[in-house]
T-cell receptor, first 115, second 112 residues
Framework: DTGVSQDPRHKITKRGQNVTFRCDPI?????LYWYRQTLGQGPEFLTY????????KSRLLSDRFSAERPKGSFSTLEIQRTEQGDSAMYLC?????????????FGSGTQLSVL | KQEVTQIPAALSVPEGENLVLNCSFT??????LQWFRQDPGKGLTSLLL?????REQTSGRLNASLDKSSGRSTLYIAASQPGDSATYLC???????????FGTGTKLQVIP
């Protein structure tokens, strides 16, 4: 158990529907990342937060995607008007930026299937 | 832009064999490098973290090395076991954790 929780583990939705995923990082971690991973590929960066501030967004994150981290605790990733190409594993990771030996910890991911 | 390559993409070995997984990166100005294991349909489990000032790290049967000047890291697995079967990913961390770039992974199968 890495301590990073993601919910739900699996989500099946119809094209055009909106979906929201939640990530609860390890409590003292101030940095939170979202990644997307498709079969046979490494995780691709989507966005990251330092506390509650969203510091960077990938160009992969179209205007249908939005992420929040209110109060610098849990984070949500919403996809509006889902498309079949959004089907992927969505991974959340967190770390604590206070030194140079801090590891990234990942959650178990949310597997999204868009029908 | 940092690019990370892992070779081979897949590897099948008999149980008990020692093996080496490779990770290459194009920008040597890295902060840390972290090796992960991923089981099918699961998240990533951290194996080893090497800071940019370090040359290697060891944990049990695993040993990871880092050569920044040549842009390479290797993960050595001793006496492989069927339970080691998984995909192994390296992540290159740059700019104080502002950039984390993953390779595409090496899928390892250890045959009993």
């Amino acid at each position: 158990d890495t301590g990073v929780s993601q919910d739900p583990r699996h989500k099946i939705t119809k094209r055009g529907q909106n979906v929201t995923f939640r990530c609860d990082p390890i409590s003292e971690h101030n940095r939170l990342y979202w990644y997307r991973q498709t079969l046979g590929q490494g995780p691709e960066f989507l966005t990251y937060f330092q506390n509650e501030a969203q510091l960077e967004k990938s160009r992969l994150l179209s205007d249908r995607f939005s992420a929040e981290r209110p109060k610098g605790s849990f984070s949500t990733l919403e996809i509006q008007r889902t498309e079949q190409g959004d089907s992927a594993m969505y991974l959340c990771a967190s770390t604590r930026i206070i030194g140079s030996n801090e590891k990234l910890f990942f959650g178990s991911g949310t597997q999204l299937s868009v029908l | 832009k940092q690019e990370v390559t892992q070779i081979p993409a897949a590897l099948s070995v008999p149980e008990g064999e020692n093996l080496v997984l490779n990770c290459s990166f194009t920008d040597s100005a890295i902060y840390n490098l972290q090796w992960f294991r991923q089981d099918p349909g699961k998240g990533l489990t951290s194996l080893l973290l090497i800071q940019s000032s370090q040359r290697e790290q060891t944990s049990g049967r695993l040993n990871a090395s880092l050569d920044k000047s040549s842009g390479r890291s290797t993960l050595y697995i001793a006496a492989s076991q069927p339970g080691d079967s998984a995909t192994y990913l390296c992540a290159v961390i740059s700019g104080g954790y502002q950039k984390v770039t993953f390779g595409t992974g090496t899928k390892l199968q250890v045959i009993p």
